[in-house]
């Protein structure tokens, strides 16, 4: 597949987003395995959800001002579903109108995925939805793919890069690639510890002209190459980052596309976490628009980007937008 852009693909960047706003979040326990950036709440501390419900306003109210249309969805109380604040990885939205659903590992987290919240972003937003690909039938066969957490989209060149864990399954890529048209970039990448990098965008983030990429956690010489090399010859400035900024969530940043001009959202801790020549090659593309929202990355292991799921829809006309196909 040539690199060019293909004509009438979705841009890379959306001016929409969809939040939603934790019920009952805390540390989940069916995922602290193969997270190493989560951990529980120390003794005595604050009720974690009434810190994090500031923490989500506060980022959805930042970027409301900045222009973004935000849709905030409400958890349900019941089920608990403590990483409910997290939608990415569990729905996709694009530009043809498609919405993708993905097989979730913990058997909890399969309860973010909510008609009722599908039916607002139509109803809230305006959006019309023309396809539905359902890729939950994979959890019968224990092999996950859990969104935009596992996967890091080219929209613009169509291509996929992706960290294989125990998230994030071979097959349930080729079946996304296929149903989503995307050419593969997969790899295997390590923490410090020699740990599987539970999902792939928290060690790398694509944004218009720009790429942000723990190279180092990639294990294979080879594969490190290729991906550096392909984030080049698609017009991306890299952003090489350590594993110690990756672990400050550095890489888990997202670039939206108001009306007002191009952003960054990232949390504080990732901002303060890139040297002076890091911040320069980013704001050259984008404002750098950062919350503070340190118990969501330290009790959900997930940064700003895990709780932006980017709404690519098309804006319906006056034909009734259906949600499944």
């Keep these: 597949m040539s690199v060019a852009e293909h004509p009438g693909r979705e841009q890379q960047s959306a001016g929409a987003v969809l939040m939603v706003r934790p019920a009952r979040f805390g540390c989940n326990a ?3 395995a193969s997270n190493a950036f989560q951990a529980k709440p120390g003794t005595g501390a604050e009720d974690p959800q009434s810190v994090v419900l500031g923490e989500f306003h506060s980022l959805a109210q930042a970027l409301e001002r900045s222009g973004v249309e935000v849709l905030i969805a409400p958890d349900s109380d019941q089920p608990a579903k403590p990483d409910a604040i997290f939608p990415n990885n569990w729905v996709s939205f694009h530009h043809d109108g498609t919405v993708a659903l993905y097989p979730m590992l913990a058997p909890n987290r ?3 995925r909510r008609d009722e919240v599908l039916e607002q972003v139509v109803r809230d937003g305006g959006f019309r939805v023309s396809r539905t690909v359902d890729l939950t039938h994979r959890e019968s066969e224990e092999k996950y793919l859990e969104g935009t957490g596992s996967v890091v989209l080219d929209r613009v060149h169509r291509l996929a890069y992706a960290c294989i864990s125990p998230r994030t399954d071979l097959d349930v890529l080729g079946e996304f690639a296929q149903a989503l048209d995307y050419d593969l970039m997969t790899f295997d990448a390590v923490d410090p510890e020699g740990r599987a990098v539970y999902h792939t965008n928290v060690l790398m983030a694509i944004g218009s002209g720009f790429a942000v990429v723990c190279s180092e956690s990639i294990v294979n ?14 017009g991306h400035d890299l952003v090489e980052i350590t594993q110690a900024q990756m672990a400050q969530f550095a890489a888990n940043v997202l670039e939206l596309a108001p009306p007002k001009g191009n952003l960054i959202a990232l949390s504080g801790s990732a901002l303060r976490s890139l040297n002076p020549q890091q911040r320069r090659v980013l704001e050259s593309h ?3 628009l950062a919350a503070e929202i340190p118990t969501i990355e330290r009790v959900g292991g997930g940064g700003v980007r895990c709780m932006l799921a980017e709404i690519h829809l098309p804006k319906r006309n006056t034909a009734r937008a259906s949600l499944r196909s």
């Design 30 to 32: 069916q995922t602290a």
């Design 110 to 112: 399969r309860w973010e």
């Design 221 to 234: 010489a080879g594969h490190r190459a290729a991906v550096l090399a392909k984030l080049r010859a698609t």
């Design 286 to 288: 984008a404002t750098l």
